[in-house]
Nanobody, 127 residues
Framework: QVQLVESGGGSVQAGGSLRLSCAAF????????MGWFRQAPGKEREGVGL???????TYAESVKGRVIISRDNAKNTLFLQIDSLKPEDTAMYYC?????????????????????WGQGTQVTVSS
């Protein structure tokens, strides 16, 4: 069974940094595209960014310039580095991939839905 497990969240002060990790278990290959999403209480889930198999990334405007998504395909691990954290970054952060379809990031950028999701790691930023 495919399982994604996020870690690295926590409570930090504004201006600080966090490095989130997402480890995949029960997989035999790295999917074409993986992504990070976040959801604050009472708000819809929004995309943070996407990364394809060779490390090309796209980011939401709200985080562009402050985040770096990377991946280690050999270790089946996805990362999200967030710098200059703001209170509005407070949310549950989820990683996602798709071992059912493994489509290109262009597909998911067009509102395609990932099949596999982690259970999230909480990021809380205080002012």
């Amino acid at each position: 069974q495919v399982q994604l497990v996020e870690s690295g969240g926590g409570s930090v002060q504004a201006g600080g940094s966090l490095r989130l990790s997402c480890a995949a278990f029960g997989v035999t290959y790295s999917p074409n595209c993986m992504g990070w999403f976040r959801q604050a209480p009472g708000k819809e889930r929004e995309g943070v960014g996407l990364i394809n198999i060779v490390g090309e990334t796209t980011y939401a405007e709200s985080v562009k310039g402050r985040v770096i998504i990377s991946r280690d395909n050999a270790k089946n691990t996805l990362f999200l580095q967030i710098d200059s954290l703001k209170p509005e970054d407070t949310a549950m952060y989820y990683c996602a991939a798709d071992w059912r379809n493994s489509r290109s990031c262009d597909y998911y950028a067009r509102a395609g839905r990932f099949h596999n999701w982690g259970q999230g790691t909480q990021v809380t930023v205080s002012s």
